[in-house]
């Protein structure tokens, strides 16, 4: 999916990269979250308003994604589109809270173009 975007000015960001150190000091699961969320919640506030931006494995849950509904609101900005490469592997509430309004796309209609 990243040869797609990667002749776009974009920024990738992955909260796998920036929670490993997190990760190793063996966090309890919530801690694990609150701390990936802060991070994440740094980030996006650091980042160029309107810049494009590529997030993988991020939201991973419903309360994650509904929190970033939040911070795209309180910026004034939008989402133009949620691409799943593994649907098996994205929970089925974080699915339909992006296939709902029309965001999703599967990573299969990408290579079918």
Do not use: C
């Not at 650091?46 to 994650?64: E, I, S």
């Not at 994604?65 to 911070?71: G, L, P």
């Amino acid at each position: 999916m990243l040869n797609l975007t990667g002749s776009l000015n974009i920024e990738h960001v992955s909260p796998a990269e920036l929670m490993r150190p997190e990760i190793s000091r063996r966090r309890d699961p919530v801690a694990a979250d609150e701390a990936m969320l802060a991070l994440l919640r740094r980030w996006f506030w650091a980042r160029k308003p309107d810049a494009g931006f590529v997030l993988t494995d991020f939201p991973a849950t419903l309360l994650q994604a509904k929190v970033f509904d939040e911070w795209l609101e309180a910026r004034s900005e939008s989402l133009d589109g949620v691409i799943v490469i593994d649907a098996a592997r994205v929970p089925g509430t974080v699915v339909e809270h992006y296939r709902t309004p029309g965001l999703l796309r599967e990573a299969a209609d990408f290579a079918a173009a």
